[in-house]
């Protein structure tokens, strides 16, 4: 992706590329008067630069989205302030819930095919940050004042584009955390009330959902940045109603050492793993839904995915946040090995599922 119109010469307090702010994990919500809780959306993060009939989406990698996300050019031209600069996240909804499967098909390199997709699944905008408007810069105010301008631009809004529900109440922030998750949330997020928008550092907190699962480890990649043998990741498998194995993700970031012994330890099962081993044929084209890895997308080129089968014996107990379409959205974490469990209990039963709740009912707190 590169950056397309003429992004380098706005005429702006706030020039592009700007890197965004972060956040840093914890385990529990700060608590005092000195915060402001936020839903954490799971998209595409965007910086929004516009002056007058420019418009750039800039992405946390400080590349273009403008040719991926066209239906929001408009509205942003129609409802921005001629001169501003704001932070928030493209998301997707269908059916009720964020749809992170949807944006990432947007990715796409054939302009017909991304805007075949912006007819049928557009993508909203939801802002919850303000860096500059008109010739001022704002990012060494205190977030409370960015919110409250943010909020005051942004009062005669309408979808596609959002403010992100806030709140500075700790009951309310850890309501959202439980029932907001079935729209697919990612958690919680907490900025204090006097904290600078401070590009690349990770002043904010966020709280994630983290879940633990019993999988069946029926693979490995080798680790490659390694001069001796060493372990990458492990391959994980649940099965599914019809008593097939889909890959539904990987557990990875050890220490070098435990990199090291696993390399001895996965010796004894690598022995006939490749008989009769269910994801050693290639990926299905027919349609299956039949997950295997190692398949080659647009996503993955250039990447090694390569790996080596293991008989189905081990179970392992993971730490999951989100999964989404049968799949861990993100790496999962190696907790223990269960030896207790025998793999064939590994199914999707064992996930808890919860209850979507209807994103139009959260924007309505938005304002």
Not at 143 to 157: D, N
Not at 165 to 175: H, I
Not at 187 to 193: D, E, L, Q, T
Not at 265 to 286: I, S, V
Request: neutral net charge; proline residues 7%; charged residues 30%.
């Amino acid at each position: 992706m590169e950056m397309h119109g003429r992004a380098n010469v706005m005429n702006l307090p706030v020039h592009p590329p700007v890197l965004p702010m972060l956040a840093k994990r914890v385990d529990t919500l700060p608590t005092g008067p000195d915060w402001i809780y936020e839903p954490k959306w799971d998209g595409f993060r965007t910086l929004v630069f516009r002056d007058g009939d420019e418009v750039l989406l800039q992405s946390r990698d400080e590349k273009s989205l403008n040719r991926y996300f066209p239906e929001l050019i408009a509205p942003l031209l129609q409802q921005l302030p001629k001169r501003c600069v704001l932070d928030g996240e493209i998301v997707i909804s269908t059916d009720g819930a964020l749809d992170f499967d949807a944006l990432q098909l947007r990715i796409h390199p054939a302009a017909s095919r991304v805007k075949t997709l912006s007819q049928r699944t557009p993508a909203s905008v939801v802002f919850f940050d303000l860096l500059a408007e008109g010739t001022h810069d704002w990012r060494q105010k205190g977030f409370s004042q960015r919110r409250e301008r943010l909020q005051a631009i942004l009062a005669k809004a309408k979808p596609p584009l959002h403010v992100t529900p806030a709140t500075d109440a700790l009951q309310q922030a850890q309501d959202w955390f439980q029932r907001f998750e079935g729209a697919g949330f990612d958690g919680v997020v907490a900025k204090a009330k006097e904290s600078p928008y401070d590009s690349d550092k990770r002043t904010m907190i966020k709280v994630k959902h983290e879940r633990d699962c019993d999988c069946v480890v029926a693979g490995f990649r080798w680790y490659r940045k390694s001069s001796r043998p060493a372990i990458g990741s492990l391959l994980l498998g649940l099965y599914d109603e019809s008593r097939v194995l889909q890959h539904v993700g990987v557990c990875g970031s050890f220490p070098m050492e435990t990199r090291y012994e696993l390399v001895d330890y996965l010796k004894p099962y690598r022995k006939g793993a490749n008989e009769h081993h269910p994801w050693n044929n290639e990926m299905e084209t027919d349609g299956s839904t039949h997950r295997r890895p190692g398949g080659q997308s647009r996503w993955s080129q250039g990447k090694d995915l390569s790996w080596e089968p293991l008989r189905l014996e081990l179970v392992a107990e993971v730490a999951y946040e989100h999964m989404q379409s049968g799949r861990f959205r993100h790496m999962a974490q190696f907790r223990r090995w269960r030896f207790d469990k025998k793999p064939e209990d590994c199914t999707y039963e064992q996930l808890e599922v919860v209850p979507p709740k209807e994103l139009s009912e959260i924007f309505l707190g938005s304002r």
